[in-house]
């Protein structure tokens, strides 16, 4: 039993035909028509190899390969089509193939399995049209209610209902996703960095996602004359802003193996050569898998700035923007993923998400894993994202033999 590369080649080719920005990259917004299209070719091979397609709160969508038992709780495994604006072939996509052939593969092999096996193509992942990411996800595991949804809106103005009926997607199967219905979650994807590919690895196995905190740090001082203020009088809220991202680099740097920290967005008021800003605004955004070192970090950082500022005179405001908790995956999971990982002759690379992905919040409900294929210079989320065909398919023959044993 073997997977059919070509059949990926081609899954890969016609999903990306549906692109809104044809040469500058991959542009596959939520609902709009170029999803819709890309999500009906999967949802056709889905339905040619005899799955049962349900549309599901959220709209996400599931293509239900039935199992001898069919009360049995299901083994899942997919990902996203939708995209960032500009985007990659292969984010969200090879997740989605990887899993139809998978299925595919199964079907015409005549392997019997007795748990129900799910190819499943989550919503709205990347918020890039109603700017809240894994919002399908979130609806489909009851995290977010369907009275919560109806207020979340596009740039335009057209609410996520409204887009999904537009869509042509109405609810056939209204069940909130309960830990009884899922045996397993598996999410093939690609790396969107190059720890693997700077280790020579091809293939790595996800331990934890990372959690996330983001906060928004507004410094205020005085604007004022650079010629005619001596440096004693000064109220320079950008000399403190550079002291606090010198001593984030340091906090994240000294905290844990993966915590990572980012001082992303700064603006400056009124940002004129000649004048000592009286206004500096700052974005820190800080992730690690360990809980602990995640909220230690925050702290020592919120610590600084409190320390900082004060030492300067200057105001301060701290916002939080948003919140995200590390997810540990299933050790259960990730052994069996090494074993057939190994079975295929290649050693995975034991690694951290950094990114966000649907798997964090099914794993809230079952056993979760997911396998990262190799990204090439670490490019993700812009028209140079590249995987190698023949990593994807390595990492589809693991999926399915790992998909096969959970499955009985
Ligand atoms: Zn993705």
Redesign the pocket.
Known sequence: MTINIERIRRDIEKINAFNATPGKGVTRLTFTAEYQGALNYVIDQCNHFGATVSICPGGNVRGRFSGSDENAPAVMMG??LDSVVNGGQF??VVGVVTALEAARTMVENGIAHRLPVDVVIFAE??GSRFSRGLLGSSVWTGRLGIDQLSSIVDGNGVSYLAAMAQAGLSVTEDHTLKPPDLAAMLEV?IEQGAVLEKRGHRIGLVEAIAGIQQLNITIKGTADHAGTTPMEDRLDPLQAAARIIIAIDEIARNTGPHTVATVGRITCEPAQVNVIPGRVRFSVDVRDSDKKLLGSAVAEIQRTVQTICHERKLGVELVRLSEAEPVVLSDGILNLLEKKSRENDITPFRMISGAG?DTALIAELTKAGMIFVASRDGLSHCPQEFSRLEDIALGCEILLATVVELAN
């Open positions: 990902s996203h984010d969200g992942e990347e994807h992905h």
